[in-house]
């Protein structure tokens, strides 16, 4: 069966469900809603599937649809990223490709980014730096950074991926043994494990009001210089820790661990991936920022 007639299909139908959109994906293509949604039917004939159910709330994908969406959602970067290097004339990424990482970004984030990058531009030699301190590019030899926090000034290039909350957990045992917290003050009953970037003081806010901020004083019972080993701790029942939403979030929703204090979050952290390149970017560097972006969507969906 030739499906390349249904190549531009998949395109639109990527967009309208990443949307959840026809107006949204119409306006990104400059086309009109009706040729969309000729599309999106004409691929459902072709597959012989309904991909798409529509219903008074707006849509969602059927079982069909987002076992299609897995395999060309990255379909449009690659095809953008196919016509810029022919426009552009430029040759096969080759030789080393070397970045650092913090630990939030490694499992599910990073590596998976890195993996794709390597199937797409085989030349290139990855060497992979996972640290929780900030690495200066030109002194470390890098080509790419994945920071947090504010910035400082430097000659860089910084492009935003996302921002990150952190929030109290601890193991439902932990819980159980020292009873519910009310209140930010009732953690000086209890054993609090600090990470690296934790020092004497705690900043938290109300859910989604950053501008109202607490300080609470704390004194910890432990603490750990890396990310996995404060992780590791709380999951041992050793203590509450304030850490990031994005490697919390699957502990919590299997059940080995229980938001401590749900109405009170943490510092709101911006992420950035950092290269040194002050014109134009060399086209892998592109790509792993499309791929780390892509793939901390999933992560965080």
């Given at each position: 069966?030739n ?5 531009s ?5 990527a967009?309208?469900a990443k949307?959840?959109s026809?107006?949204?994906?119409a306006?990104k ?6 040729a969309v949604s000729?599309?999106?039917k004409r691929?459902?004939?072709s597959?012989?599937q309904q991909?798409l159910?529509r219903?008074t ?6 079982a069909?649809g ?6 060309c959602?990255?379909?449009?970067d690659?095809?953008?990223?196919a016509?810029?290097e022919?426009?552009?004339n430029?040759e096969?990424p080759s030789?080393?490709f070397?970045?650092t ?6 499992k599910?984030?990073?590596i998976?980014a890195l993996s794709?990058?390597c199937?797409?531009f085989p ?8 640290s929780?301190?900030?690495?200066d590019?030109?002194?470390n030899?890098l080509d790419v950074?994945i920071t ?5 000034d ?10 990150i909350?952190?929030f109290?957990?601890a193991t439902?045992a932990?819980?159980?043994k ?7 003050e ?5 054993n609090?494990?600090a990470?690296?970037?934790q020092?004497?003081t ?5 859910n989604d009001?950053h501008?109202?901020?607490q300080v609470l ?12 080993g ?5 999951s041992q029942?050793?203590?509450i820790a304030?850490?990031?939403e ?6 919590v929703?299997s059940g080995q661990?229980?938001?401590v204090?749900p109405e009170?979050?943490?510092?709101l952290?911006?992420f ?5 390149f002050?014109?134009e ?8 920022y499309q791929?780390i972006k892509?793939?901390f969507?999933k992560?965080n969906?």
């Amino acid at each position: 069966m030739n499906n390349v007639k249904d190549l531009s299909s998949l395109l639109i139908f990527a967009e309208v469900a990443k949307q959840q959109s026809f107006t949204l994906a119409a306006k990104k293509f400059s086309m009109s809603k009706s040729a969309v949604s000729q599309h999106i039917k004409r691929l459902e004939q072709s597959t012989e599937q309904q991909l798409l159910s529509r219903h008074t709330r707006g849509m969602s994908l059927t079982a069909a649809g987002e076992k299609l969406l897995s395999r060309c959602e990255l379909l449009q970067d690659q095809v953008e990223l196919a016509f810029e290097e022919l426009t552009k004339n430029k040759e096969t990424p080759s030789g080393p490709f070397a970045i650092t990482i913090p630990h939030a970004f490694e499992k599910d984030i990073a590596i998976p980014a890195l993996s794709q990058l390597c199937r797409e531009f085989p030349k290139l030699q990855p060497e992979l730096q996972v640290s929780d301190q900030i690495n200066d590019l030109i002194e470390n030899n890098l080509d790419v950074a994945i920071t947090c926090g504010e910035l400082k000034d430097s000659n860089y290039r910084a492009l935003p991926i996302a921002n990150i909350r952190e929030f109290f957990c601890a193991t439902p045992a932990f819980i159980n043994k020292h009873g519910e917290l009310k209140s930010p003050e009732d953690l000086s009953r209890v054993n609090v494990i600090a990470t690296s970037w934790q020092k004497s003081t705690l900043d938290i806010y109300k859910n989604d009001d950053h501008l109202n901020k607490q300080v609470l004083a704390i004194s910890f019972y432990a603490k750990a210089n890396t990310l996995p080993g404060a992780l590791a701790m709380v999951s041992q029942g050793m203590g509450i820790a304030l850490l990031p939403e994005l490697v919390i979030q699957k502990l919590v929703t299997s059940g080995q661990l229980v938001r401590v204090l749900p109405e009170f979050q943490g510092k709101l952290w911006p992420f950035y991936m950092l290269h040194r390149f002050h014109g134009e970017k060399p086209v892998h560097i592109t790509r792993f920022y499309q791929l780390i972006k892509h793939y901390f969507s999933k992560a965080n969906s």
